[in-house]
């Protein structure tokens, strides 16, 4: 079955949810670099532009992906949650995701639950490298594919 909508929403815009926990964010036009402090950890929020009825048909989430770049295991995905409005639909845990070349990676959505009141993406992250430069992460956008 072909995807019915694909929604996505830029890194640079981004709600880093601790910035206390960040040496420094710098947002462009093409992403959003962070660079963690050492030891510790923090979640990244993606509000996602959300068709919650098509042509009379409720829609159903697929999966969540993330496109990002890391400067190697000090900077690593640990966790992608999906919520729709307040109710997590899906949880992905234990993660230890950190490539080093750009890459757009897919956590499917359990189930393929109706959309109500919204999605949002939800990258935690960790940082454990000894340098600022071990501690970067760059995130260009995050999406969800929607099927009817």
Same mark, same amino acid.
Not at 55 to 75: E, F, I, M, Q
């Given at each position: 079955?072909?995807?019915?909508?694909?929604?996505?929403?830029?890194?640079?815009?981004?709600?880093?949810?601790?910035?206390?926990?960040?040496?420094?964010?710098?947002?462009?036009?093409?992403?959003?670099?962070?660079?963690?402090?050492?030891?510790?950890?923090?979640?990244?929020?993606?509000?996602?532009?959300?068709? @919650?009825? !098509?042509?009379?048909?409720?829609?159903?989430?697929?999966? %969540?992906?993330?496109? #990002?770049?890391? /400067?190697? &295991? *000090?900077?690593?995905?640990?966790?992608?949650?999906?919520?729709?409005?307040?109710?997590?639909?899906?949880?992905?845990?234990?993660?230890?995701?950190?490539?080093?070349?750009?890459?757009?990676?897919?956590?499917?959505?359990?189930?393929?639950?109706?959309?109500?009141?919204?999605?949002? @993406?939800? !990258?935690?992250?960790?940082?454990?490298?000894?340098?600022? %430069?071990?501690?970067? #992460?760059?995130? /260009?956008? &995050? *999406?969800?594919?929607?099927?009817?």
């Amino acid at each position: 079955m072909p995807i019915n909508h694909a929604m996505w929403s830029h890194g640079h815009s981004m709600v880093v949810e601790n910035p206390a926990a960040l040496v420094s964010e710098w947002r462009a036009g093409f992403f959003i670099r962070t660079v963690g402090r050492r030891g510790t950890t923090n979640w990244f929020h993606f509000g996602i532009p959300t068709p @919650v009825i !098509v042509d009379d048909n409720r829609l159903t989430v697929d999966s %969540a992906l993330v496109r #990002l770049k890391s /400067a190697g &295991a *000090g900077a690593k995905i640990t966790n992608v949650h999906v919520f729709d409005g307040e109710r997590k639909i899906a949880s992905h845990d234990s993660l230890s995701v950190a490539p080093t070349t750009w890459q757009m990676l897919r956590w499917a959505v359990p189930g393929r639950p109706e959309v109500r009141w919204g999605v949002g @993406v939800t !990258v935690g992250v960790s940082f454990t490298g000894t340098t600022d %430069a071990a501690n970067t #992460l760059e995130l /260009a956008s &995050a *999406g969800v594919d929607f099927f009817p």
